[in-house]
């Protein structure tokens, strides 16, 4: 009974290759986010989507994409993959888009050689 | 623009001591203040939240009171476990940024026996 869940929970991969994570919640919230946490923790929004219409979209390469094929699911695509992309990926929901508590799914661990 | 800032760890304190982890904001609007927990490992959960001036949240023997005096949400417990050691975010939402959270830097804490 996941909550937020994505796969894979640790991917390695070498430079240049293109890669998806893909995020799911069975919530039934309208909302959801991608987020990347750093090596010192630091945490950065870089997506959202409310009922599949991207609502934010912070200063992040093109070589992100996110993609939503419906509310319940937002996959994030990499291209291209750098070194610089290494950390961990946070998928989260939230039921709406004023001040809802986000949920978490357990992160992916990218690592990029 | 809107920003929390968190006090600096790494905190090491003794089974059963007090906790005090400080987070202070800077926001438009009336904001509603959240912290979450991150266990070695996994996904942030939410720890408590506060909507609006003077709310006390609570949980699990956590405390935080949304100051709008002082612009603070610190975060205290009066006797804290080794099942408490983990990295502690405050974060903030203001109205109409599409639920777009800033968190602080995190504040890691180790609780040894």
């Known amino acids: 009974d996941t909550a937020v869940s994505q796969t894979p929970k640790y991917l390695v991969t070498q430079m240049g290759n293109d890669k998806s994570i893909k995020c799911e919640q069975n919530l039934g919230h309208d909302t959801m986010y991608w987020y990347k946490q750093d090596s010192k923790k630091f945490l950065k929004i870089m997506f959202s989507y409310n009922n599949k219409e991207l609502i934010i979209n912070e200063t992040v390469p093109n070589r992100f994409s996110p993609k939503s094929p419906d509310k319940a699911h937002l996959n994030l695509h990499i291209n291209s993959l750098e070194l610089g992309d290494s950390a961990v990926y946070f998928c989260?929901?939230?039921?709406?888009?004023?001040?809802?508590?986000?949920?978490f799914g357990p992160g992916t661990r990218l690592t990029v050689l | 623009g809107d920003s929390v800032t968190q006090m600096e760890g790494p905190v090491t304190l003794s089974e059963e001591a007090f906790l005090t982890i400080n987070c202070t904001y800077t926001?438009?609007?009336?904001?509603?203040l959240f912290w979450y927990v991150q266990y070695p490992g996994e996904g942030l959960q939410l720890l408590l939240k506060a909507t609006k001036a003077d709310d006390k949240g609570s949980n699990k023997g956590f405390e935080a009171t949304y100051r709008k005096e002082t612009t603070s949400f610190h975060l205290e417990k009066g006797s804290v476990q080794v099942s408490d050691s983990a990295v502690y975010f405050c974060a903030l939402s203001t109205p109409n940024t599409g639920n777009q959270f800033y968190f602080g830097t995190g504040t890691s804490l180790t609780v040894i026996p």
């Open positions: 989260a929901s939230s039921q709406g888009l004023t001040q809802d508590t986000q949920y």
């Open positions: 926001a438009t609007g009336y904001p509603s």
